[in-house]
C-alpha cells in the first residue's frame, strides 16, 4: 500500500503562479457577464466558443504548448491556476479545455512536425476543438475492448464503428479517436492506434444525447465507411494503449475533477450567511472544506508529477476517484439540509443551482473512467490485483 501513497509527495505551487493568478481573476471580473448559481454551474460543461477566444486572445488556450506553436509555454502548475479560477467562477470552459489539456499535449508529443504545425496553433487561438473518442456503447470505459476499427485501404484507412459519451461532439471540429487497426477485441490492448478524425468528414454523423437537465452535453458519435488520410494517424500504429494511457493522466488529474460542484456550495454557503446561519451548519461546511483541501493538495502533488515529465496513471485515477465522491457529495447534503428546514425563506438562486447540479452529478462517476475502472487501476496500483 504505501508504494502508492508515498507517490503523493507534498507539493505546493510555486510563488511565481500568484502573479498569474491575480491577472486570471481581473480577466474574469471583467470579462464574465454576472449569471445566475444555475448557469454558472454549468461552468464543467458549458460551451462558449466566443468566451474560449477571448481566452486565446490573452494566450490562455493552449497554455502549456511552445511559443513556437503558438502556445504561452507555461508549465502544469500555471494551468492548474487557470483552471482552478475557471471553475471557481462559473466560466464556461468546454469549449477549448479538452484540446487545451489533452489533445494538444498529445500531438505535441506524439504527432509528425506536420501535425503539430498545423493543429497547435488552431487550438491556441480556439479555431479548433476537439472531443474525446474513447468510450463505446459495448466497451463503456473498458478502453482495451474497443471495436471501433481503421482498415488499411488504397486512400490511407477506411474507420467504421461507434463512440458514446462524447463530450460535445455536435461543437466540435476534431475527434481524437483510439480504435482497433489490428487484431480482434480479445487482443485487448494490442493493435490499438489513435487517429485524429474531421468530423465534417462524408460518413461521421453525430447524434447528441439529451440528460436529465435538458442539456446536451455528450453525444453519439457513428463512423460509416470513414475515409482517413494516412496522416490521420496520431503516433506509431498500434501503440494507441500507450499513448491514451499518457492523455489521461492529464484528463483525471487535474482541478476540474474536484471543484465541478464548488459554485454551488460556494452560493449555499453565501445564502447561509446572508441568513446567519451558517454557525449551524458549521461542521458540515468544515468537513467539506478538509476534503478541498486534501484533494487539492493530492492533485497539486500529481500535477507536479506532471511537470517533471512523469505519468502518474495510478495516483490521477485515485485522485479522480475520491475527487467524484466529494463532487457528487455536495449536492446530496446540501439537498438534505434544505430539506430539514422547511420554513426557511426560499432561495430560487439556490434551489435552481441545487436542481441542476443533483440532476447532472450521476455522470462525474462516468466522465474520464467509471468508478469500477479507475478501482480496478488502484487496486493494482495497491499490488492487490
Known amino acids: 500500500m504505501n508504494n502508492l501513497l508515498s507517490a503523493f509527495r507534498l507539493a505546493t505551487l510555486p510563488a511565481r503562479t500568484n502573479p ?17 448559481a444555475d448557469i454558472r454551474a454549468r461552468s464543467w460543461m458549458g460551451f462558449n466558443a466566443a468566451f474560449s477566444k477571448k481566452l486565446a486572445a490573452r494566450g490562455w488556450v493552449g497554455v502549456t504548448l511552445p511559443a513556437q506553436y503558438g502556445g504561452a509555454n507555461l508549465d502544469a502548475f500555471s494551468r492548474f491556476v487557470l483552471v482552478e479560477e475557471l471553475l471557481a467562477a462559473g466560466a464556461p470552459v468546454s469549449a477549448h479545455w479538452i484540446a487545451d489539456r489533452q489533445s494538444g499535449p498529445l500531438i505535441l508529443k506524439f504527432g509528425t512536425e506536420a501535425q503539430r504545425q498545423f493543429y497547435l496553433p488552431k487550438i491556441c487561438s480556439a479555431e479548433a476543438f476537439f472531443c474525446i473518442g474513447m468510450s463505446e456503447p459495448n466497451a463503456g470505459s473498458d478502453l482495451a475492448s474497443v471495436g471501433t476499427r481503421a482498415t488499411r485501404c488504397e486512400w490511407g484507412w477506411r474507420l467504421n464503428g461507434r463512440k458514446i459519451w462524447t463530450t460535445n461532439a455536435q461543437h466540435c471540429h476534431y475527434m ?3 480504435v482497433r487497426s489490428s487484431g480482434e477485441p480479445q487482443d485487448r490492448q494490442k493493435g490499438l ?57 492529464f484528463e483525471r488529474s487535474g482541478p476540474e475533477r474536484i ?26 461546511i468544515g468537513r467539506f472544506a478538509t476534503h478541498l483541501a486534501t484533494l487539492r493538495n493530492m492533485s497539486i502533488a500529481v500535477t507536479a508529477k506532471l511537470v517533471n515529465g512523469e505519468s502518474p496513471l495510478v495516483e490521477a485515477a485515485l485522485v479522480k476517484d475520491i475527487g467524484t465522491e466529494f463532487e457528487q457529495s455536495i449536492p446530496a447534503v446540501i439537498e438534505a439540509a434544505i430539506a430539514l428546514d422547511p420554513d426557511a ?27 469500477e475502472i479507475l478501482r480496478g487501476m488502484i487496486a493494482r496500483g495497491l499490488g492487490l490485483r
Open 345 to 371: 425563506p426560499v432561495d430560487a438562486e439556490l434551489y435552481g443551482a441545487v436542481a441542476y447540479v443533483n440532476q447532472i452529478a450521476p455522470t462525474y462517476s462516468l466522465r474520464g473512467g467509471t468508478r
Open 259 to 284: 471543484y465541478s460542484s464548488i459554485v454551488l456550495l460556494e452560493h449555499w454557503i453565501t445564502c447561509l450567511r446572508s441568513r446567519s446561519e451558517a454557525s449551524a451548519h458549521a461542521a458540515t
Open 20 to 36: 498569474f493568478r491575480a491577472e486570471v481573476k481581473a480577466f474574469l471580473q471583467s470579462s464574465l457577464a454576472p449569471a445566475p
Open 193 to 249: 492506434s489513435q487517429f485524429i478524425v474531421d468530423l465534417s468528414l462524408p460518413g461521421v454523423t453525430v447524434r447528441p444525447i439529451h440528460d436529465l437537465a435538458g442539456d446536451a452535453h455528450f453525444s453519439e458519435v457513428f463512423f460509416d465507411d470513414v475515409l482517413l488520410a494516412d496522416d490521420a494517424l496520431v503516433g506509431a500504429e498500434g501503440s494507441g494503449w500507450e499513448q491514451v494511457n499518457a492523455e489521461l493522466a
Open 176 to 178: 481524437i479517436a483510439l
